[in-house]
């Protein structure tokens, strides 16, 4: 049995991009049934959370993941496990596995860290001083990487030729910038972005993330 | 035949600290002979520069590697790759695997972030305004996550036991801080980092790519 730790309640701009997203879609895409371990990180001093942090989760965030004795508490390191139970999201090969596990690293090393500052400046820190100095730069770096990222992926659908486990998190990546229009200007990732979101796994993981807020106490 | 790509000339602040580090150093564990292919980033538009981002590495930052017919551009993946290759790096048993390749994601994908942050702001927009207003945020973050890691660790000598590519990556994430006391409060760490540098595979990697440096024209 697996189990998925994810958040009851998130502030509206989170909803649909929290990183539990990437594990459930993985899971949906082989097709693994997996329940939900629900965490309120509101009350940050809550014995239940302190005891998250402490057993599952070094730095209170989700998703931590569980599957018999095996516990697991990083998203990147969570999706490559899951991807390897299957040739969909993994190839066999293993050069093909190599620059699959290479695009994993890419997408959360190099793409998502300028992708979550500029998010940050712009959701978290919009009205104090040094967002406004810092956002050109910031915007900059995000360019640099999404012209480095167009470049590799040309007119092919996939990173690597088809689906895998690099494509959720390359696109669970490009996701967060939805508050800008950023990424209208690269009209290919818009489309390989949007060709993945269209994955049934992809949909049955959005909607059952935010049926769990839509069920869990508001206050 | 491997050929990693490492740069000819780069600040002094950066010396010791770039990424093909990682790379000749996991390499120096299996003891896995490689080639340079030294690159200069000084000027953007040359012929030999533009090729280099072109065929080898979008970001056009290094290690980019090359063995037979496999390239693979970024570093987290590339340790990956050569952990495979040998026990001493990844384990056998694949849940302890798991544990080490996501430890490898967590090191670049929580704790790099953060300390890419603060250094960006330390080193190159030291005398910005913005700079000045991010950086008890920025440093808050990073204590955040390293005491996160130190939790996790606890008294162990490795964070899965025995020594792995999860150490190459969460050491040559916490050498960043070199240019801070941050980590002064972290014995453990401290120790824990200081226990990795230790390693003679560790001192012929350093060794190397400062030798490079000396070796390319400053001008």
């Given at each position: 049995?697996?189990?998925?730790?994810?958040?009851?309640?998130?502030?509206?701009?989170?909803?649909?991009?929290?990183?539990?997203?990437?594990?459930?879609?993985?899971?949906?895409?082989?097709?693994?049934?997996?329940?939900?371990?629900?965490?309120?990180?509101?009350?940050k001093?809550?014995?239940?959370?302190?005891?998250?942090?402490?057993?599952?989760?070094?730095?209170g965030?989700?998703?931590?993941?569980?599957?018999?004795?095996?516990?697991?508490?990083?998203?990147?390191?969570?999706?490559?496990?899951?991807?390897?139970?299957?040739?969909?999201?993994?190839?066999?090969?293993?050069?093909?596995?190599?620059?699959?596990?290479?695009?994993?690293?890419?997408a959360?090393?190099?793409?998502?860290?300028?992708?979550?500052?500029l998010?940050?400046?712009?959701?978290?820190?919009?009205?104090?001083?040094?967002?406004?100095?810092?956002?050109?730069?910031?915007?900059?770096?995000?360019?640099?990487?999404?012209?480095?990222?167009?470049?590799?992926?040309?007119?092919?659908?996939?990173?690597?030729?088809?689906?895998?486990?690099?494509?959720i998190?390359?696109?669970?990546v490009l996701?967060?910038?939805r508050?800008?229009?950023?990424?209208?200007?690269?009209?290919?990732?818009?489309?390989?972005?949007?060709?993945?979101?269209g994955?049934?796994?992809?949909?049955?993981?959005?909607?059952?993330?935010?049926a769990?807020?839509?069920?869990?106490?508001?206050?």
């Amino acid at each position: 049995m697996i189990t998925v730790s994810v958040f009851g309640w998130v502030p509206d701009f989170a909803r649909g991009l929290v990183r539990d997203l990437r594990v459930r879609w993985a899971l949906e895409e082989v097709g693994l049934a997996y329940e939900e371990q629900v965490i309120d990180a509101r009350d940050k001093q809550s014995d239940a959370y302190l005891a998250y942090r402490r057993d599952l989760q070094p730095f209170g965030q989700v998703p931590a993941y569980r599957e018999g004795d095996l516990t697991l508490f990083e998203s990147g390191g969570i999706v490559h496990h899951i991807a390897q139970k299957s040739p969909q999201l993994m190839p066999q090969d293993p050069a093909a596995a190599a620059r699959v596990t290479s695009w994993m690293f890419c997408a959360l090393n190099s793409v998502e860290p300028p992708i979550q500052e500029l998010t940050a400046m712009d959701l978290f820190h919009v009205g104090e001083s040094w967002a406004k100095g810092r956002r050109d730069l910031a915007e900059k770096q995000v360019r640099g990487r999404l012209d480095g990222v167009a470049e590799r992926l040309g007119d092919a659908d996939y990173l690597e030729g088809v689906f895998s486990a690099a494509d959720i998190l390359m696109v669970s990546v490009l996701r967060i910038l939805r508050h800008t229009d950023i990424l209208d200007g690269y009209s290919s990732l818009t489309a390989y972005k949007e060709r993945c979101e269209g994955r049934p796994a992809f949909a049955k993981a959005l909607s059952d993330q935010l049926a769990t807020f839509d069920r869990s106490p508001s206050a």
